[in-house]
C-alpha cells in the first residue's frame, strides 16, 4: 500500500525558511498531480500548493510568491520550498494526489512553526 512520507519541517524564525519533501513508494509521485496541503491548529486542511502531471504549478494567494512546489521525477519526491515564511504559516504540512478523489490515505505529515 502507498503512503506518503512527508520531511523538513521544523522551527523557525519569522522571515525563515524551509523546505519539505514528500516521498512515496513507486512512480505515484511521478505520474499524477501532487499537491501540498496544510492543517493549522482549529482549522481545516487545505491546499495550498500544486503541481500537475505536466509541471504547472499553482499557488493560493497566501503563499504566491513565497512558496515553490517542484517534483524529482527521478528520486521520486515532490518539494515545498518555504521562503519569508509567516507565523501564519504554522500548521503540520501534508502531500497527497490530486484531484481530491485520487487521494490516498494520509501521511503523518511534518510540523512547521513559525515563531521568535
Known amino acids: 500500500q502507498v503512503q506518503f512520507v512527508e520531511s523538513g519541517g521544523g522551527l523557525v524564525q519569522p522571515g525563515g525558511s524551509l523546505r519539505l519533501s514528500c516521498g512515496a513508494s513507486g512512480r505515484i509521485l511521478s505520474d499524477n498531480a501532487m499537491g501540498w496541503y496544510r492543517q493549522a491548529p482549529g482549522k481545516q486542511r487545505a491546499l495550498v500548493a500544486w503541481i500537475t502531471s505536466g509541471g504547472s504549478t499553482n499557488y493560493v494567494d497566501s503563499v504566491k510568491g513565497r512558496f515553490t512546489i517542484s517534483r524529482d521525477s527521478a528520486k521520486n519526491t515532490v518539494y515545498l520550498q518555504m521562503n519569508s515564511l509567516k507565523p501564519e504559516d504554522t500548521a503540520i504540512y501534508y502531500c497527497?494526489?490530486?484531484?481530491?478523489?485520487?487521494?490516498?490515505?494520509w501521511g503523518q505529515g511534518t510540523q512547521v512553526t513559525v515563531s521568535s
Open positions: 497527497n494526489l490530486l484531484p481530491a478523489a485520487s487521494r490516498i490515505d
